[in-house]
């Protein structure tokens, strides 16, 4: 009512971008747009106020929290190509499992551990062709140097599904971007394993943890 009274109230625009960042979290749906709306509302205020440190940094925080809602945006180019799933995957979709496994920290550990109990756990699985797995690791070599599930490791695999023997190999990676980060990701075993090799620190400088490698891994 404020601002439909008078559209140069300053104050108006910045009380309502306030409280829709504020509320946004609280909506079921629509609150991309309730967020698109602010952000319209802040620049608008800052047209008014260009000098306001509050207003810039209202703006930086509506972007931020935007971008969270919205996701992770996973794309090798401005327009991937559509993907078709493997046929293994299509045979057992209704019936799927899905596991997410991984590392914490940049250890050899991790690279010798994560592989073996993989292996544990899927030999003990009573579908085990249903499983699709996710796993991202903290890497301490070269960043397009996978350092886990070595050709050997998928023959084993493979094995185990009583699949018999096929040729296996390491792929090229593909780069995904998580939230402004740039990891590399490795398509294993026909589509079966994703593995994705995350820094240990993200690009703001914060050293990641055990949520964001839980996270990473159920991409």
């Not at 509050?54 to 945006?73: F, N, V």
């Not at 057992?92 to 993989?118: H, N, W, Y």
Request: aromatic fraction near 8%.
């Amino acid at each position: 009512l404020a601002i439909d009274a008078n559209p140069s109230n300053a104050k108006a625009y910045f009380r309502r971008a306030s409280a829709a960042y504020e509320y946004a979290e609280n909506v079921a749906k629509g609150a991309d747009a309730m967020l698109a709306q602010a952000q319209k509302d802040i620049r608008k205020f800052l047209q008014l106020d260009q000098d306001s440190a509050a207003g810039k940094a209202l703006q930086e925080r509506l972007a931020r929290k935007r971008q969270l809602l919205l996701g992770p945006i996973m794309r090798d180019s401005a327009k991937p190509e559509p993907e078709v799933e493997p046929e293994w995957y299509q045979q057992v979709e209704k019936r799927a499992i899905f596991v997410c496994m991984c590392g914490s920290s940049s250890t050899a550990r991790d690279q010798t551990e994560l592989p073996d109990a993989l292996l544990s756990m899927a030999s003990q699985a009573k579908d085990k062709k249903a499983i699709s797995v996710g796993v991202a690791y903290v890497g301490y070599k070269s960043p397009d140097e996978l350092e886990m599930f070595t050709e050997e490791w998928q023959k084993k695999y493979y094995r185990m599904l009583r699949l018999g023997e096929r040729a296996t190999k390491i792929p090229k990676p593909r780069q995904v971007v998580v939230h402004g980060d740039v990891y590399n990701v490795w398509i294993l075993l026909e589509g079966r394993i994703r593995v994705m090799r995350v820094s240990e620190r993200r690009r703001n400088g914060e050293k990641v943890d055990l949520g964001w490698m839980r996270y990473c891994a159920q991409l």
